[in-house]
């Protein structure tokens, strides 16, 4: 779903003055039909008759509007009703999969001008949003608020154990024995938490006033998910890449509807064929996650030190004298490095402890 149609959803949210009105009909079995648009002289050809208002928007007035047969006309933020119980004319060789008078006009409406269209119909109970060529369904709160609980808990999954697999990971990495098939595992439930979240926005953008503690959930939950991902792909790709490009390939997997390990592990460079394969390549990180999230060291700066060492295992033997030989690393920040090290080896003590008892 893009980005301009969630913010049309937003119009028409829970706790809005316009989903105020649109409930209010729905409640007293009547239909409706609005559209939003940011100035009646330009669409006078399809909009005719009925009568000018010109007036602040209450959901009151569209309430009482509504009895009418007419369309109604509101500015596109939803501040000022235009005109009522006017004639739709829009081009009828546009075509619509609609079956209702109402709702064919609305489609045809916003495809012809690009402009929003809320179909409210008596018969169904639903509101229908259309805009472009978009046609969305207003669900059942309760619907809603059911499918993010759902989401919340599958998220809360994946992020345990993309959390998991990456301390994991970092131990395989002091001990320069990681291999493509640790890091797409990784990825693979990274790729799944941002799949998620970005599954779970209609909801919360339908959902309004209602959904903020879930989207303050969800926050927390896919913290810095996506700034990890980048680094793994700058950390294991078979080039050396930008974090633009990096980010494309996130985007690209984020996407993909049926992506799998070995098409992780081709987006990284790695041409295998079968699953089995990823185990037989060794690779060693570049040290990107560990300079930048870690270490805390600004990727401009990252990019000298990983030009320097050219890994992780060499930066994970190198002195604070050698890495201060590196423009743009002084005594702080190549401490910092040191200690993000010796903290990640002593948490590879414990854990190898903590299997032993």
């Known amino acids: 779903m893009t980005g301009e149609l969630l913010e049309r959803i937003k119009l028409i949210s829970p706790g809005t003055p316009l989903r105020k009105a649109l409930d209010d009909i729905l409640r007293a079995k009547m239909g409706a039909l609005v559209i939003m648009v940011d100035d009646l002289e330009k669409y006078s050809k399809a909009v005719q008759g009925g009568f000018k208002l010109n007036i602040p928007f209450e959901p009151e007035y569209l309430y009482e509007l509504a009895k009418m047969d007419g369309a109604i006309v509101i500015s596109e933020d939803a501040s000022k009703i235009f005109a009522a119980n006017v004639h739709l004319v829009p081009d009828p060789e546009i075509p619509t999969h609609e079956t209702g008078t109402r709702h064919r006009t609305a489609e045809r409406f916003a495809r012809q001008f690009g402009k929003v269209a809320i179909a409210v119909s008596r018969r169904r109970n639903i509101i229908t949003l259309y805009y472009k060529s978009y046609r969305y369904v207003v669900n059942d709160i309760n619907f809603v608020i059911s499918r993010v609980n759902q989401g919340i808990n599958t998220l809360e999954k994946y992020r345990k154990n993309f959390d998991r697999l990456l301390m994991e990971l970092d131990v395989t990495e002091l001990e320069n024995r990681t291999t493509v098939y640790d890091v797409v595992k990784v990825m693979e439930k990274g790729i799944m938490v941002l799949k998620i979240s970005d599954e779970l926005r209609p909801y919360l953008v339908e959902l309004g006033d209602e959904g903020r503690l879930a989207k303050m959930q969800i926050e927390e939950l896919t913290e810095n998910a996506r700034d990890l991902m980048e680094l793994l792909v700058m950390d294991y790709s078979a080039e050396d890449l930008e974090l633009e490009e990096a980010q494309k390939i996130i985007e690209n997997l984020v996407r993909d509807p049926s992506v799998d390990l070995v098409k992780i592990a081709r987006s990284l460079g790695y041409q295998v064929q079968s699953t089995s394969q990823l185990d037989d390549i060794s690779v060693e990180a570049r040290g990107y996650r560990l300079l930048k999230y870690i270490a805390k060291i600004p990727m401009s700066v990252s990019k000298k030190v990983v030009q320097m060492f050219k890994?992780?295992?060499?930066?994970?033997?190198a002195s604070i004298e050698e890495l201060k030989?590196?423009?743009?690393?002084?005594?702080?920040?190549?401490?910092?490095?040191?200690?993000s090290i010796n903290s990640l080896r002593t948490r590879k003590n414990l854990q190898i402890e903590e299997e032993g008892e």
């Open 325 to 339: 030989t590196v423009e743009g690393i002084g005594d702080k920040r190549a401490r910092a490095i040191v200690e």
């Open 311 to 317: 890994g992780i295992f060499e930066i994970s033997k």
